[in-house]
């Protein structure tokens, strides 16, 4: 004790506050029966429950979430039983009647199925099979459009109108090691389910979005939609054999979104088989293959290949260029997308492609100014202002940079992300 009454570490000037406010405590503690005290006691403990509510409010919200149960999140098994009714088996026969192939589809509109084109080519006859209950066989009347080089095609089904069924087609690609699942039917096994995540997402210029996943794939998932969590279609299945190993892949899901029902056609009118007596046609198409698998080195000897063939065929110098970026070689890339340019100047696609190769030159002037001509020849281009605002921001105009953040924002949320991530750029 000190020599005014107070305790060490807990010393107050006699006359303060903080030592009437003690003594006051005190004072209630040992003299309850006046009314003055009762008062003092009254107003002491108002003082304490004003500090200590928040507290307790505070743990008790915290404990009732805590043993609260969330149910936004759908388990695996309701997500199948709610999406695989939008699923199909796909049987396919030649003009005699005898089995050609089986393959998976799914809905994108009432009595509109896509699937892989390679699973009904040659084909004379084809019917799907619904997944839900016991399932029903409904004949596809023909084709309502055809995307050769995705292999994707978008079939008429002859059904009621009365059973409407759509997949929701995602609106932004996956992020490597999100959870995906697969419904398909391999090896005739219909409406088998397996599930993984995505390994890798790539680019193939011309082609779109390229997604591999763990899900195991076998023959007869060609076609089979990829679902996120969300029960929202990510992409199609093409089942790929390449040196005698599976590779799982998958079609972006905004390439299936751009097949618009036209005419509706025969399947007949379909060749059994694409021409490829055209070595130009023949080589694009290997080194795409490779391209799909993210092969670059070997990709690159077939397209120029195509291009020595046929000189005038842009899509070919373009996949030069892609190909030249990723081995480093930023020169040979930029001569190869000039060819490209030349041959169509206003694809906003090259001009991309062609501020790429300036950007990893270092060539930053050229970059910006190619971009921008990709970003005036559309100016919803994402891709366009994503990359302007990232070589502004290198080129240390931050201003500018700014500026297309905010366009970017606007266009895709999820791309502006990942550029704020990418250069800590304020926001």
């Known amino acids: 004790m000190t020599a005014d009454g107070v305790a060490p570490g807990n010393s107050a000037q006699v006359g303060s506050p903080d030592f009437r406010a003690r003594h006051e405590i005190c004072a209630g503690a040992c003299c309850f029966g006046s009314p003055s005290t009762k008062k003092l006691v009254a107003v002491t403990t108002e003082s304490m429950y004003k500090r200590i509510f928040p507290q307790l409010l505070l743990t008790s919200v915290s404990l009732f979430l805590l043993v609260t149960p969330t ?125 993984g995540i995505v390994s890798a997402v ?7 979005k390229i997604i591999q996943i763990t899900a195991p794939i076998s023959h007869g998932n060609s076609g089979s939609p990829v679902f996120n969590l969300k029960g929202q279609v990510v992409g199609i299945v093409t089942f790929k054999v390449t040196n005698g190993q599976n590779i799982n892949l998958a079609m972006g899901a905004a390439r299936v979104e751009e097949l618009r029902p036209g005419q509706l056609r025969p399947l007949a009118s379909l060749p059994a088989k694409e021409r490829l007596d055209d070595i130009a046609e023949s080589s694009y198409r290997t080194g795409l293959d490779s391209l799909w698998l993210g092969n670059y080195d070997n990709a690159i000897g077939y397209f120029e290949t195509a291009t020595n063939r046929n000189p005038k065929r842009a899509d070919a ?31 906003e696609e090259i001009n991309n492609k062609l501020g790429d190769a300036y950007y ?15 970003a005036i020849l559309n100016p919803a281009n994402a891709d366009a202002h994503y990359n302007l605002a990232v070589a502004y921001f290198e080129s240390g105009n931050e201003r500018l940079a700014l500026m297309e953040a905010k366009i970017l924002q606007q266009l895709d949320g999820k791309l502006y992300e990942k550029l704020v991530s990418e250069t800590l750029m304020e926001h």
């Open 317 to 347: 110098w373009v996949q030069v260029g892609y190909c030249k970026v990723k081995q480093g070689k930023n020169e040979e890339a930029i001569r190869a997308y000039q060819h490209a340019l030349q041959l169509k100047p206003d694809s």
């Open 71 to 195: 149910f936004s999140q759908e388990t695996l098994p309701d997500l199948v039983r709610r999406v695989k009714p939008q699923v199909v088996a796909i049987a396919t026969y030649d003009a005699e009647g005898e089995a050609l192939m089986t393959g998976s589809g799914f809905f994108v509109r009432p009595g509109q199925v896509v699937t892989n084109l390679h699973v009904i080519r040659g084909a004379r006859r084809c019917e799907i099979k619904t997944l839900d209950g016991k399932g029903k066989v409904f004949a596809v009347a023909g084709t309502l459009a055809v995307d050769e080089e995705g292999d994707l095609v978008l079939l008429s089904v002859e059904m009621p109108p009365d059973r409407p069924r759509a997949s929701e087609l995602a609106r932004v690609l996956p992020d490597e090691g999100e959870t995906i699942f697969v419904i398909g039917n391999p090896l005739k096994l219909e409406g088998s389910v397996t599930n």
């Open 360 to 374: 990893y030159a270092g060539r930053m002037r050229e970059a910006i100014a190619t971009y921008s001509r990709a």
């Open 202 to 208: 790539r680019e193939v210029p011309n082609v779109g």
